[in-house]
């Protein structure tokens, strides 16, 4: 059984590998889903506000 990389460094490949400028929360949701499979939405969305949102 291998291991998912932490959200992190799901939300960096996401960002490292998307076409555009700039990624949406949407964007990244949806790849990290479709790549890992059943991942706790809470946490992309903690890490999410945690690397992008600026307070």
Known sequence: ????PY?????????ENSPNE??????IRNYIKNKYGNVNENTINARYRQEFCVM
């Open 7 to 15: 959200v992190w460094q799901m939300i960096k490949e996401v960002v």
């Open 22 to 27: 700039k990624v949406t929360y949407a964007e």
């Open 1 to 4: 059984m291998s291991s998912k």
